[in-house]
């Protein structure tokens, strides 16, 4: 390419980092280090299995989830797509453990051969109680931080930028692969493939579908394998980022003091406390 | 950056566990500033070609080559494909999987190479932006690359390719999957790049365009170069269609004419020339 | 080198004492009233699951103190392999989410794609591609495909992918075909008394109260009918794994199904502690209803879900082995070989590409 030309030269006016990139979130909570958000997430989840019993998830869950997705302004789009994300376990959590509850005295109902028990009615709960903490828990991680915030922060910490790859490439290609599938049912829809009605007439009509759909995507690692190494992608080392998430001592405090606090909860409970 | 000459002398190349070579006693150079066109049959050995003068072949396609292949006299047999990159710049036929899937912007999809390579950051988005403003994509740049046409995809991966600042473009038949949209768009793209003075090794199908742009043009029949020579000659030679070459328009309108006893030998020569 | 592997083994013991102590010992009373279960041995497969990535991660400290890099880990993590591996995640989530919310049926299918990545490109790619699936599955992927109990099963899916790399590694997953009927005879027979003989001792151990085959007064109906169905099933299997084995004439057939099972055992011991104390033994897919079916006639929550386990993750594991076994098939064999383990998952070595002459390889 000639010397002086626009190829080799500068960019008509200096233009940084454009804004769309990186674009904070709407609210303080949003604007959380992810690995902050990431950590309180699952220290959640942990604890509300560690608590165990009724109150003490509950607690939690205002605590953890409800409070800062208020403050968050999710809260509606949580309820609703934690409730969403817990319904078919608690469904089953809750039945199987009112009814199939065995050992236990206190009947409470009986239909047939099953019995509704109160210990049965007392796990059930508890088991109710805890799923949708960890269902609320990590669903507020999800509404409020991008994946691709994530990654950069992990990598910006000393992730290799070949894991970050991996994530952030399986994080597009779910939907991408479930429009192609989408396509494919639709082509062999039009060739008479049934896809409604029995169970075994659907898992039927599910091998034509996936085998395109897997044996496709394969076909296409040897061509974005190339493209990749024609960009440099073989380079060992970090590459440079455009921007990274900011963090502060104290996020990075409270990540630590969150840490310590669920390994003192684990072991409290190990000991035997509180009861 | 200074413009050097690829050289191939004498190469040949053949697939892993292939029986018999895709390519043989190639010899071929690309110097500064010209727009080599590549033509022949399909299997006949272009994206072969294109992947070996790229280096691609045999880094990571595996494979044996043999032959030298020299920048500007130097071997660059022992170079690792990330420092071969950064010299000749390769494009391909899908513009889908060209793209890296892990970026959300075009912007960010373009700056992907240059962070690959670790340059400072404001030197990655300078490079960025020079890219996508020549070849005037620079409105695309918050749009999600998943989400754009074919030709506007063919782009992306083109600006992504020119932030590495190469040397050299090899581009491997960068309109066959695109509508006719998407090829004026990629085809005036490429055009603009010759025009400011880009050496580009360009593989088509489609010799209206390599006519338009092409200094030279060679011709691979069976792993071999058949005819290599200036860009009129060539792509008004008649034996192009035993070679499995469709000839621009304008030479078959003039054979035709010709055989309709309207015109001459002199005026199919004349319409090659443009 | 010996050093490394030393400390991974140190560093393995003393997870595994670490997990008795705190646990308790393997071999103790149930109590599901305590939030920790008392008897250890349900939990010893998880155990030594955890221990096995502590003593990785040891391995892995070592190598880079000795050496400054992570040569035997970064060999299996070739451009190709980084490529594959998105598509691999995508897989295992998109069909374990179908089969969970949309089909219900009593598997899994959520391993397909760390089981080909573990074949591949090797253990620790595979385990990776495991862990990543799970993490991803809870934490990033939106509704419908979340599935929020996944995450805690990752521990699950790297064993799954360790398991799979090895066996790649081993050559078990390599085609052998139109092989002689008295080699077929062998491999199928061993195959066959291994499957029978773990289906039998899993039955004296753990169904034998269940199912009572011969005295349907002892227990339910729906007991004595879901005895006979289950053994039908187990019949057709032998029967249909027998047709395949001498009607492809494939010796690989024998390996692929000893493969799934042994790894459906395993992973059915790890996942029943975490299935059993997490979640109570229900995680929202169809196998919930063989986890009532068994609390139903009387088992305690722990051995319900590894009763469950036990009937799911081996039939899960043998089909997924075999749809990766017929996907790799139906690969070229030249995208399979420039993976890092796919030179033994070819059928033969293929014609030597000698360095003659002038011809030579990348050297980059």
Known sequence: MAEGDRLTGSPTEVRGVPDFVGRPGPSAYHRLNPLTKATSATVTAIAAVAIGGLVGPIVLVTLAVIGPALAAGVLGRLVRTALLLALPIAISAFLVNLFFFPGAEQVLLRIGPI????????????????????????????????????????????????????????????????????????????????????????????????????????????????????????RPGRRTLLWAPPDSSAQALFRWALLLGLVALIAARIAGWPS | MAVLTISLAGVGYRYAGAT???????????????????????????????????????????????GRITLDGEDVDAWPMHRLSQRIGTGFQNPATQLSQVTSSVFEEVAFGPMNLALPRDEVVARTW?????????????????????????????????????????????????????????????????????????????????????????????????LVGPAADVLADPRLADFGVTEPSPVRLGRAAESAGIADARLTEALARG | MVVRWIAALAAFIIVILIGMVTIGNFGTGVDPENFFDTEGADSFALIGAIALVFAFVVYAAVEYAQTGGLASIASQFDTRTIVLMP????????????????????????????????????????????????????????????????????????????????????????????????????????????????????????????FEFVNPDNTDPIFTILGWLIGLIFAAFVLGFLWLL???????????????????????????????????????????????????????????????????????????????????????????????????????????????????????
């Open chain 1, 115 to 234: 019995t509704a028990t109160a210990e049965g009615l007392g796990f059930a709960l508890e088991i109710l109680v805890r799923i949708l903490a960890i269902s609320g828990a990590v669903t507020l991680f999800y509404l409020t931080t991008r994946p691709a915030d994530l990654t950069v922060d992990l990598e910006r910490r000393g992730v290799s930028p070949r894991v970050a790859f991996v994530a952030n490439a399986s994080v597009q290609t779910v939907p991408a692969m479930v429009e192609r599938a989408g396509q494919i049912t639709a082509a062999q829809r039009a060739r008479g493939l049934d896809t409604e009605g029995s169970v075994w007439r659907r898992v039927r009509g599910v091998v034509p579908i996936v085998g395109p759909v897997i044996l496709g995507a394969i076909a296409e690692v040897e061509e974005r394998t190339m493209a990749l190494e024609a960009r440099g992608f073989t």
């Open chain 3, 87 to 210: 598509i691999a995640v995508a897989i295992n989530i998109i069909l374990g989410a179908t089969v969970a919310n949309a089909l219900k049926l009593p598997i899994y299918l959520d391993s397909i794609g760390t089981i080909l990545v573990g074949a591949l490109a090797g253990p620790v790619a595979g385990a990776l591609t495991g862990f990543l699936s799970n993490t991803l599955w809870t934490y990033v992927v939106p509704p419908p495909f979340q599935n929020g109990p996944a995450a805690a099963f990752g521990i699950v899916a790297v064993v799954i992918g360790v398991l799979a790399g090895l066996a790649g590694r081993a050559g078990w997953l390599r085609p052998r075909p139109n092989r002689p009927i008295g080699e077929l005879a062998v491999g199928g027979l061993i195959a066959v008394a291994i499957v029978v003989g773990l289906g039998v001792y899993a039955y004296t151990r753990f169904y034998v109260e269940t």
């Open chain 2, 20 to 66: 018999g070579p895709a390519l043989l006693d190639v010899d071929l150079e690309l110097a500064e500033g010209e727009v080599l066109g590549l033509v022949g049959a399909s299997e006949a050995g272009k994206t072969t070609l294109c992947l070996v003068v790229s280096g691609l072949a045999p880094r990571t396609v595996g494979g044996q080559i043999r």
């Open chain 2, 130 to 226: 020079t890219a996508l403003e020549s070849l005037r994509i620079d409105d695309l740049a918050d749009r999600d690359p998943q989400r754009l046409s074919g030709g506007q995809q063919q782009l992306v991966a083109l600006a992504g390719l020119l932030a590495m600042r190469p040397g050299h473009l090899v581009l491997d038949e960068p309109t066959a999957q695109l509508d006719p949209a998407g090829t004026r768009l990629v085809g005036d793209a490429i055009e603009r790049l010759a025009a400011d003075g880009a050496s580009i090794l360009v593989a088509e199908q489609k010799t209206d365009l390599l006519a338009a742009i092409c200094s030279r043009v060679a011709v691979i029949d069976a792993g071999r170069v058949a």
């Open chain 3, 246 to 364: 001498f009607v492809r004439r494939d010796l690989t057939v024998a390996y692929v199904t000893v493969v799934g099972v042994v790894t459906g055992l395993i992973a059915a011991l790890i996942s029943a502690p975490i299935s059993a104390n997490v979640f109570g033994g229900v995680t929202g897919g169809g196998t919930d209803f063989l986890v009532a079916a068994f609390r139903q006639a009387g088992a305690d929550l722990q051995t319900a879900t590894f009763q469950q386990g036990l009937l799911s993750d081996p039939v899960d594991k043998l089909v997924t082995f075999f749809v990766v076994y017929l996907v790799l098939a139906a690969m070229a064999r030249r995208t399979k070989a420039r993976f890092p383990q796919g030179e033994r998952l070819l059928e033969d070595a293929g014609p030597a590409d000698a360095d003659d002459g002038e011809w030579r390889r990348a050297t980059a």
